[in-house]
């Protein structure tokens, strides 16, 4: 599957809901307002959401409270990793890590951006580095809370003895 924006999975949501519309719903035609905590929601849903038509659309006018369920943060969870620390220094190398994580627990839609997430770095045990990565508060699709947690240790890069210099110099008196 195609990665979609989670405002594009929040219409096609809306469009299977409403699909005796004579339109279906596009993310042009409506303006997004911010994600909120539904109290007292039924058969789950737990997030609402207001999406008012823009001006230029076409085919809707007038504004419209979602509720819908969000899911958990936690799709990655605890994650040990060997590779090389320098491979995770950057926030948007982290990003990358995370995204290829979702694909492979089937979030095969899913992609997030930095706006969507807080990265923290710590020192572990034994030179590991800990990575922290948090869905912010106003996610479309996840409630806030942690995502993953890697916890990096540096690979070790073997020496091939082959392409050394064996002609040594001998010891001295």
Partial sequence: MAIKSFQEQLVAL??????????ALTVADVDFGAVATLDGGTAGRNSKLTI????ESVHFSSALEL????????????KAVTDD??????DEEVLAFVNADLIAAGKTEDAFALTDLTIERTDGEDGKKV?????????????????????????????????ADGELDGFTA
Avoid: C, M
């Fill in 14 to 23: 809306f469009n299977t809901k409403n699909s005796s519309l004579p339109q």
């Fill in 52 to 55: 008012t038509a823009k001006a």
């Fill in 85 to 90: 620390q320098a491979d995770w220094d950057t």
């Fill in 67 to 78: 509720h819908y369920i969000r899911l958990a943060a936690a799709v990655i969870g605890a």
């Fill in 131 to 163: 990575i922290t990565v948090n869905v912010k508060d106003g996610n479309i699709k996840y409630l806030p809370g942690v995502l993953a947690t890697y916890t990096v240790t540096q690979e070790i890069v073997k020496t091939d003895l082959s392409t």
